[in-house]
């Protein structure tokens, strides 16, 4: 999850996309399964949380993909335009990740997963702007701060038994 590329499209992207997500797979049933007000087992939350990771991985892999192929080739702002297109995913995946209820005492561990997800995503626009200016002193620093909470991510998501969530394979800058 962690740096699951964000923004809208490069141009001419579709912006009821980006306003009106629409649930895809796993992450539509899984969002929509909780009964209310009742907390999981830790066991059924992690099967809905790393079901939810994992449909988010499977659509973000050909925009991973992308990004690694251009900055091969050190197209900057080839690396923005795809970096844009993975934002309406994470929006979704956060969202539907913080739909879940977690099990009865694990709230606190999960916020804190969640909000460095947040953070690791809003570091997104910055970066693609960055980019596209071929400003090289931000682009390190974002990158630097993106491995950074990339690390953070996967040591709360591994420790805390998430298998799908951590953010291996995701483009970080």
């Keep these: ?58 659509r973000i892999a050909p925009i991973a993909a992308a990004v690694a192929v251009k900055r091969a080739r050190e197209d900057a702002a080839g690396v923005a335009c795809e970096l844009r297109k993975g934002l309406p995913i994470a929006d979704q995946l956060l969202g539907r990740m913080r739909a879940l209820t977690p099990p009865r005492g694990d709230e606190g561990i999960l916020a804190r997963y969640l909000d460095i997800i947040a953070e690791q995503k809003e570091r997104i626009p910055p970066l693609v702007e960055a980019l596209e200016a071929e400003d090289i002193s931000t682009i390190e620093v974002l990158a630097a701060e993106l491995r950074q909470g990339r690390r953070r991510a996967q040591r709360l998501a591994h420790g805390y038994g998430l298998a799908k969530c951590g953010p291996e394979g995701l483009p970080t800058g």
């Design 1 to 58: 999850m962690a740096v699951i590329v964000v923004l809208s499209g490069c141009g001419g992207g579709d912006e009821e996309a980006v306003t009106q997500p629409r649930a895809h797979g796993a992450l539509a049933r899984e969002a929509s399964t909780r009964p209310a007000g009742k907390a999981p087992a830790k066991t059924e939350f992690l099967r809905k949380a790393d079901a939810l990771c994992a449909e988010a991985k499977r």
